[in-house]
């Protein structure tokens, strides 16, 4: 069975940095993901990570802004979130995609991140 879990997220100040880390257990994974949902709005995609190629995937809301990183021999991937912005204020979610699988099928149960000034 999958499992997920985040760290790091918390308050910070309008162009500080936060942090968020996920490790995920119990498959062999091909990637792994991070979606926010803020208040109101429809889950975005964040960013993503491929284990095989290193690759990494931004959403436009983030690109430029905050990076991803990740390690497959520990199955971690780490979000580094600068210059925040209000808008960047929501929970965030760490989720996986199983090798021989398409999509992300499982979730972590998210952590607050607040920016404000």
């Known amino acids: 069975q999958v499992h997920l879990v985040e760290s790091g997220g918390g308050s910070a100040q309008i162009g500080g940095s936060l942090r968020l880390s996920c490790v995920a257990s119990?498959?062999?994974?091909?990637?792994m993901s991070w979606w926010r949902r803020a208040p109101g709005k429809d889950r975005q995609f964040v960013a993503a990570f491929t284990f095989s190629d290193a690759g990494t995937y931004y959403g436009d809301a983030v690109r430029g802004r905050f990076t991803i990183s990740g390690d497959v021999t520990k199955n971690t991937v780490d979000l580094q979130m600068n210059k925040l912005k209000p808008e960047d204020t929501a929970v965030y979610y760490c989720a996986s995609r199983v090798n021989g699988t398409q999509g992300f099928g499982d979730w972590g149960q998210g952590t607050q991140v607040t920016v404000s000034s």
């Open positions: 119990g498959a062999s994974f091909a990637a």
